[in-house]
């Protein structure tokens, strides 16, 4: 399996983990552990910054950590709110999410686009969440972002590939990666957008809230990895006309 | 400016009751099958006929609980500031006719309040007082944010409504949530209730969320006090309110309360009971229709209660309170709003949720996340 990059760095795993729903700190770091992965969201509003010990962060433990801005509204309180990550988590890679609306948590495309490019001038590594929208992955792509985070379905919905014919376009449009985040509720989700051609998925309540979340994180990063294997092994095209049993065109080798 | 009383007046107490009352078993089975629930659906799952139901109701809430929120319980305590108030109100022991020592923490006592509630672990914050607009206004509760902010990760307030501006003042200090019940929305038993004070005036109680939505603060809980009215009929306007305010205010989070009425000093006796089942009924209907909201749990519930029904909807919880001010170090012995049922410390509390498979959230937001261009100058 080819390797991820993502601006400087380099990923064997193809799985993000998101950490916000589970319910114990050690449960947290066993699926981190069984699903290889080697960068987990942290929301920054759970994160408390004057201590040291914070135990969610002591789960991350060696893996990348990736901030979030969740809980932010606008493009200012997301600069503020990056900002005051870098300095206490000691990172610039950011996991930019600004949602106004906080029933269903969609991105708000406008903020979004705004903050990235005043992010990127900042020197932040910005992997925004976005709306499966190819035209805003464009116009985030040519502001600098790291990656395209666009999403499958709403969070926490379990549904799936929702918004598959867009993620379809933007991939093949993309010059940076694509990493499909929330909706996903199902290993086969992950592998379908694997061999869609996605370069990773995100993956939280799926795995955080299952019966066995350990042994549901070591089925995401075997589904992540077949995805990618099929995608890498081009699969045969899907015929979606039938073959003509008569050519219509021989007429002119006639 | 249209408000939600537009919207109220639409509505007839009588009839919607007799909405609720006549549900029948087929219409609660419509509504357990359905992924999206309307009002009329919300109707038959607080009705009398949903009771049957009661297992299947709590399953899925929980289930939708848990995809929603994980397994998580945020934490909070409440701070009294104040217990001087100038209404009466016929179920509340800080009623103007009460004879009992008025107090009102200063600096020095909110530090230590600050210090106590701080070595027990909290972070998010309810900043309670009674309504004595010229000691407790909209200056004290400026000083109060001032001191204080930074020392919290979150504060909510449950305070006398204020009007527009007065919440525009507060937010940029570092309020994140405001709650405020309306007690009932029976308005001829709300007038019964609230004899006295500018707490009588029903509609600008009424009005108060549509204040803060135009505020633009963070956070609003909704909810009525349970013994006053007709609880179903009561729960189906703080759901239609609900629904009203996430419609008009859509970046605005909301949060549900169901307080029972509790013994207090000066005594009223519920003029309805209502059991523990349907307070059960009560929660998990309000999650079958909103599988977003927040739905909180206070300490007025018996310990074995609070044991059980915290997983089957509930999102955050109070733990250790004191309903008097200073009453966790500054005078302990003083005279509180109401007695409360679950007397646990915080680390029990704690105990619990972790061994039920649960983990319990201390901090959840950072007040430096919001606001952060007129923070600096604000502080
Ligand atoms: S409920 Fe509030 S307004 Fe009414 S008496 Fe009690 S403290 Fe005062």
Redesign the pocket.
Known sequence: MENLQIADRTFHSRLILGSGKFSSAKLMRDSIQASGTELVTVALKRVDMQSQNDSMLEAVGEVGLLPNTSGVRTASEAVFAAELAREALQTNWLKLEIHPDPKYLLPDPVETLKAAEELVKKGFIVMPYIHADPVLCKRLEEVGVACVMPLGAPIGSNKGLKTADFLEIIIEQSQVPVVVDAGIGAPSHAAAAMEMGADAVLVNTAIAVAQDPVNMALAFKLAVEAGRMAFESKLGAVSHAASASSPLTSFVDA | MPSFKDTFLKYDWNQIKHDIYTKQPADVERALVKTHRNLEDFKALISPAADAYLEDMARQSKALTLQRFGNNIQLFAPMYLS?E?????T??????GNKLPRKTLNPNEIDREVAALQSMGFKHILLV???ANKTVGLEYFKKVLRQIRSDFAHISMEV?PLDEDEYRQLIPLGLHAVLVYQETYHQKDYARH?PK?K?SNFFYRLETPDRLGRAGVHKMGLGVLIGLEDWRVDSFYVALHLKYLEQTYWRTKYSISFPRLRPFSGGLDPKVEMTDRQLVQQITAYRLLNPDVELSLSTREKTSFRDHVFQLGITSMSAGSKTNPGGYATAPESLE?FEISDERSPSEIVALIKSKGYEPVWKDWDVALEHGEIRTEAI
Request: with cysteine.
């Open positions: 217990n108030c100038q209404n009466i109100c179920y509340c022991g800080f009623s103007l007082t009674g309504e006398q609230h004070g707490k709003q």
